[in-house]
């Protein structure tokens, strides 16, 4: 098994700069014979991993045959969800399969939460370095 992957913190907002750091996983995630490689934030305070709307179609769902209903909470209480599995792999660690509330919403970033990011993966945050690792568990 590779040793921890570290991936440094990226600016979210060039206003605030620094103060804006988050930790944004370069990744890959595959489905229905496609693939996009997008930067999910790692969220450590949120229940589940979240896909937009558009990553979705571009991985070949169509939202209609999505039968898994997923109830959103929070900021995302009034969004509609369905439940899919992707296969997802980060930096050079091996491929892992990952469920997403797949939103029907473009007004919020892909996000990596405890089910199952979390449960796949050990976090470090390093934010006073700039950098957090993650590792398969």
Known sequence: MPNPQRFPYTVNDSEWGEASLMPYLPITLMANQKSVNISALVDSGAA???????????????????????????????????????????GE????????????????????????????FKVHFYRTQQAFEIEQK
Request: no cysteine; net charge negative.
């Open 93 to 120: 660690l091996e491929p892992v399969y990952l469920v997403f509330a797949w939103a029907r919403s473009n007004d919020l970033p892909t996000i990596l939460g405890q089910t199952n990011f979390f449960m796949e």
């Open 48 to 90: 589940a991993s979240i896909l937009p709307y558009d990553v979705g179609l571009q991985l070949g769902f169509v939202w209609e045959a999505q039968k898994t209903i997923v109830n959103l909470s929070g900021s995302l209480a009034g969004v509609e969800a369905r439940g899919i599995m992707l296969t997802a792999i980060a």
